[in-house]
């Protein structure tokens, strides 16, 4: 099972483009690496998904480089709404029922 | 997106007393769901598995008859915590596995905040 690790707070000010990088050296050549949002007392929320090279949505992009050990949620330009924990979850179908998720980055957005 | 709705919210019981929660998915079947707790100001653990038709699978740890689940459609998933204490209280959160082209993408519920006088 691919072990996440990621920075456990961070701080940006509002309009700035930030940086999650979770590393996962133990990832499986199946595995996906997903991003989840979880606001104080909610629910996560599906943010981007991704096997390798670049994904992007409309809130966000992912980076994966070629050896996928590690990965990168690129939130450009936040605001104060983006507050909130960032967990990188990595897995397959078969290893459903086993993610397992981090600590999770905490973001705080000032002004 | 698929939706995947958890009740209550919120729910104040006293000790003693059992607590069910719900897991609907609205807009897909889900053969898998998962429960998880969550402290203030810490990660989710995940409590257990929960499959259509059969019994969940409970992570180590976790008593089995303190927290019954059971997933008696493509849709829904309770948890029901027995006999609640204290120490019982917690945010709990749910969770659906869309089907296999999802490719692991997991969708929650809204949760549920239990506080147990």
């Known amino acids: 099972l691919a072990k996440t690790t990621q920075p456990i707070s961070m701080d940006s000010y509002e309009g700035q483009e930030v940086n999650i990088t979770c590393s996962h050296n133990n990832i499986a050549t199946n595995d996906y690496i997903t991003w989840y949002q979880q606001f104080p007392s909610q629910g996560p929320r599906f943010i981007i998904q991704?096997?390798?090279t670049k994904v992007t949505n409309e809130v966000a992009s992912l980076f994966i480089p070629a050896d996928r050990k590690s990965s990168t949620l690129s939130l450009p330009r936040v605001s104060l709404s983006d507050t909130a924990v960032y967990y990188c979850l990595v897995g397959n179908t078969g290893t459903a029922s086993k993610l397992t998720f981090g600590t999770g980055t905490r973001l705080q957005v000032t002004l | 997106g698929a939706v995947v709705s958890q009740h209550p919210s919120w729910v104040i019981c006293k000790s003693g007393t059992s607590v069910k929660i719900e897991c609907r998915s609205l807009?897909?079947?889900?053969?898998?769901m998962f429960w998880y707790r969550q402290f203030p100001k810490q990660s989710l653990m995940l409590m257990a598995t929960s499959n259509e038709g059969s019994k969940a699978t409970y992570e180590q740890g976790v008593e089995k008859d303190k927290f019954l689940i059971n997933h008696a459609s493509l849709t829904l998933s309770t948890l029901t915590v027995t006999s609640a204490h204290p120490e019982d209280s917690s945010f709990y959160i749910c969770?659906?596995?869309?089907?296999?082209?999802?490719?692991?993408?997991?969708?929650f519920g809204s949760g549920t905040q239990l506080s147990v006088l």
């Open positions: 991704g096997y390798k």
């Open positions: 969770s659906a596995r869309g089907d296999t082209s999802t490719n692991e993408k997991l969708f």
């Open positions: 807009d897909f079947q889900a053969t898998t």
